[in-house]
């Protein structure tokens, strides 16, 4: 019956003026007006099948984040980065790959829906490959257990259900999409010193590459979040001794190892923004829990990608200098 009222109540909407980036046109939007538009999307398709904006928020950003990672995937060209290959949209034994009725694609028991009402379940259409997930939920159903197990029966993976999930507090918590926000991971009063060190040899513990940047400065000195995340890690490593491990909502994950210590009251699943403290610099590591001091205190700073197979590490300098680039412009104005 609810699938019944959504398909329904999609139909009566679909003359709501809904606004959409139109191909070939998206990079004359700025980011904030590409969030308006996809939030207009994520509250209407709310409004519809009672599952929570920020779910289909986080779903529709993890799947953003993988086209700009992954060489197999188009680059968003619209509001919505929900992917569908074709057969899966129309059904693999669907005659017709390209199909567009909504009634046969039932048959062949393909994911394409007609969400705006126009008559066709386009694969191109934002609104409808959002309606066609949304559908997809409603099988499951919409409070938190249930997508999660939407979730899983979807991607096969739990680790993309742990990122979405991360994702979805997020927004949650901030009401918006605008969270790109960044800060550089020291205060920029203390004395500091970098250089670029990623891909460096690495002998403790067998031949490796660094797989980040050295930050040093004095032992205690603040070690802030650089971006708006949720902590996925926090504890003692042998190779990075006490640690923090945050994602954000780009799908990137950030490494602070070395650390003297947690911030207070820091926990697995927190919320955090740029600039907030996490911790102190330190000499943490090489060892058992505890271990200290064999070499000059620093934060190691890593970024790590996640592209929904794997993840692997890349080079955090640029991203540095561009963040204490920023710090320093946000200080003299402030002044």
Known sequence: MLKKHFVLFLVITSFLFIPTIVKGESKTLSDEEVNEQRMALFKKT?????????????????????????????????????????????GKLNPNPEDTNAKTIALYDGFGKDGNGDGKADLTDDEDRLAAFADFVLGFGVDKDHFKLALWDYYKRDKTVGIIMGKANIYKKYGTLQLNDKSFPLPLGYNYSYKNTWGDARGWGGRRIHEGTDIFANYGVPVRATSYGIVEMKGWNRFGGWRVGIRDINNTYHYFAHLSGFAKGLEIGQVVEPGMMIGGVGSTGYGPPGTSGKFPPHLHYGMYKDNGITEWSFDPFPHLKSWERSDRVKRKKNR
């Not at 099948?49 to 986080?58: D, E, F, G, K, V």
């Not at 529709?60 to 919505?80: C, G, M, N, V, W």
Request: aromatic fraction near 18%; charge should be negative.
């Open 46 to 90: 709310e409004a519809v099948t009672n599952i929570p904006w920020y779910y289909l928020a986080a779903v529709d950003q993890y799947e953003r984040s993988l086209r700009f990672a992954r060489k197999d995937r188009e680059k968003p060209t619209s509001a919505i980065s929900l992917y569908f290959e074709q057969d899966q949209w129309a």
